[in-house]
């Protein structure tokens, strides 16, 4: 997930979802300790499939031994497993009699970049794509959702008899590059496969561990993934009079499109844009033909995203226009809409989760902003599945502290030296998971 979470704890410190009622149809404070009681035995097998996944990274659509390995676990368990769903995806059915149908949804991917971290199971992992050889990480946090996915199987497995239904567990290929949700609904997720009545995913993040936050209605920002290519004129670098240069015309584009954030955007309005990819040329003495550049939109309202989308195009054409070269090629590489979670899942999930302790659970109302990162979640959302999408910390007291007594901020999500303490993070994950399914899915 294209995740920067930190901006949750001024939230969580400023806002509150509006109390309820609503009582959970079990004791929560005593299935915690059951659910705790179940990771401890567990453990020493979790914790060895987490490292096993921090080092044995595999990019969207190419994650085979990851797949196998899940479906594995899951067929260990005594599921009903399902591979290659929508490529490399796994579905993993556990009936547990009559009732709602709950999914559980983990990511695969990891991502093309190289881990800092230091952890004595780092990953090295490193692919080559044509003439491109990158390294690859789970520097988003992925190895823990996987994790916490199997975890929360074996503790639904074990209090089999405070619940009723059936729970859809799946693992999505591609969520980092917005294409693994919808590649699995087209490969007939819901067709083939019982419509979930409900949907639970939790993310890890650098809030402190024992957080869990539950955020009512808008969880985070739709996402547009454009690929833009400047045509221009290859000659000598010392004759650039017979070139048309494609550095120099993409390079007043990214000057230029900021204006569209900072001067065409209501400035009271979420809306960025980034451009993260600039690649042009080989040597210092030619000037290449075309330059390449990745960009990456965010937004929470369709106005804002149309008008940055339509504000993109209009500036990469002013920039072609100015240099007296070809239009530019503009093309999406994908798209994602907001996450938006169900106000009752929230409140009725939030007000278990509180009265559980043990986990620091903060509940934000609709009224909050959401995050500015992205997610693909939202076509399960789309696709007709109430959901709820969480937040779970990942950092210990201890490094948080020293972070601060160095004052560095702490690794966000993406970057190399991102290292939630798993050791909390799982637990507390594999808790807020099957917490969330048993106040859905209560015993008949």
Known sequence: ???????????????????????????PPA???????????????????????????ELGHQETRTAALLA???????LEVTEHVGGTGVVAILKNGPGPVVMVRTELDALPMEEKTGLPYA???????????????????HDNHMAWWVGTAEALLALKSQWSGTVMFIAQPAEETV????????????????KPDFGFAAHVSNLPVGTVIVKDGGYNSNADALDIVFKGRGAHGSMPSASIDPIVEAAHFVTDVQTVVSRQKDAGTFGVITIGAFQAGTVGNIIPDHAELKLTLRSFSPDVRQLLLDGVTRTANAAAAMAEAPPPVITSEGAAAAVVNDHDLAVKVGATLAA????????????????????????????GVPSLYMTVGGYDAATLADYKAKGEPVPTNHSPFFAPDHNAA??????????????????K
């Open 1 to 27: 997930m294209k995740l920067a979470i930190a901006s949750l704890v001024a939230l969580a410190a400023a806002t509150a979802l509006a109390t309820t009622s609503w009582a959970a149809p079990l004791d």
């Open 31 to 57: 299935t915690v300790a059951a659910i705790n009681a179940v990771t401890a035995k567990n453990w020493p097998e979790l914790d060895a499939l987490y490292k096993d996944i921090h080092a044995h990274p």
């Open 72 to 78: 594995a676990k899951m067929r260990g368990l005594g």
């Open 123 to 141: 990953s090295r992992v490193q692919v080559t794509e044509g003439d491109k050889t990158t390294f690859v990480a789970h520097s988003c946090g």
């Open 179 to 194: 294409g693994g949700a919808s590649g699995m609904l087209k490969d007939g997720l819901f067709t083939r496969f019982p």
């Open 356 to 383: 559980a302790g043990g986990d620091k659970t903060i509940l934000l109302p609709a009224s909050a902003p959401g995050i500015s990162a992205s997610e693909d979640y939202s076509e399960f959302i789309i696709a």
């Open 426 to 443: 799982i637990p507390t994950g594999i808790r807020t998971l099957t917490l969330a399914v048993l106040t859905v899915a209560p015993a």
